[in-house]
């Protein structure tokens, strides 16, 4: 139990073009799902916490219309890199904190890996 | 802002070496949480701590957190190559939902 996807798993594309990555959970509700940032061998950069129905929170230094976040559902929420540019390029990992639960637990998905041309 | 340190950033031990690495927080945190990443995977959540002074045991590996409950500490007896990989704490503070992680622990086992 407790498995969330992301896609796509990776990602090319040329600079400019927008790219949308799906964060799902699979088998639980997840009213708050989270946008992390990682570049190679760095650590996970919070980048937004997404709540379903209300407006994602965006931590300091991240451009809000750039990193466009919806949470349209209790089990999906998406993020959009707008005119993406190659400094853009990183892997970008979402989790989902179960509805209801008094754990703090977080799930992670597998990441996806962008690369901007 | 709140900032997670994590030394050593990074460690090579041989097999059967003990490791052990140490988080500290700029702020007091409400709980946290420490995780491994493998080369080329996702984090994967091993344990919570939430009390001052909590000691918690996962057969090789041993959790502290500190009784300020600003920092916190992971070690490992015996290290084997399976536990190669980058180690992270996360906290979190009153109030959010949200946890910032640490720089990590890069932990490389020689056979």
């Known amino acids: 139990g407790a498995v969330v996807s992301q896609h796509p798993s990776w990602v090319i594309c040329k600079s400019g073009t927008s790219v949308k990555i799906e964060c799902r959970s699979l088998?639980?509700?997840?009213?708050?799902m989270f946008w992390y940032r990682q570049f190679p061998k760095q650590s996970l950069m919070l980048m937004a916490t997404?709540?379903?129905?209300?407006?994602?929170?965006?931590e300091q230094g991240v451009e809000k219309d750039k990193f466009l976040i919806n949470h349209a559902s209790l089990t999906l929420s998406t993020l959009t890199v707008t005119s993406a540019h190659p400094e853009d390029s990183s892997f970008y990992i979402c989790?989902?904190?179960?509805?209801?639960?008094?754990?703090?637990?977080?799930?992670f998905g597998p990441g996806t890996r962008l690369t901007v041309l | 802002g709140q900032q997670v340190m994590q030394i050593p950033q990074y460690q090579h031990v041989q097999e059967g070496e003990d490791f052990t690495t140490y988080c500290n927080s700029s702020?007091?945190?409400?709980?946290i949480q420490w995780y491994k990443q493998r080369p080329g995977g996702h984090p994967v959540f091993l344990i919570q701590?939430?009390?001052?002074?909590e000691v918690k045991k996962q057969k090789r590996l041993t959790f502290q957190f500190g009784e300020a409950k600003k920092n916190s500490s992971l070690h490992i007896t015996a290290t084997q190559t399976t536990d190669v990989g980058t180690y992270f704490c996360?906290?979190?503070?009153?109030?959010?939902?949200?946890?910032?992680f640490g720089t990590g622990t890069r932990l490389k086992v020689l056979a």
């Open positions: 701590l939430v009390k001052s002074g």
């Open positions: 997404s709540n379903e129905g209300s407006k994602a929170t965006y």
């Open positions: 989790s989902a904190r179960p509805s209801g639960r008094s754990t703090d637990t977080q799930y």
């Open positions: 088998d639980f509700q997840a009213t708050t």
């Open positions: 702020t007091t945190l409400s709980n």
């Open positions: 996360a906290g979190r503070t009153s109030g959010t939902y949200k946890y910032i």
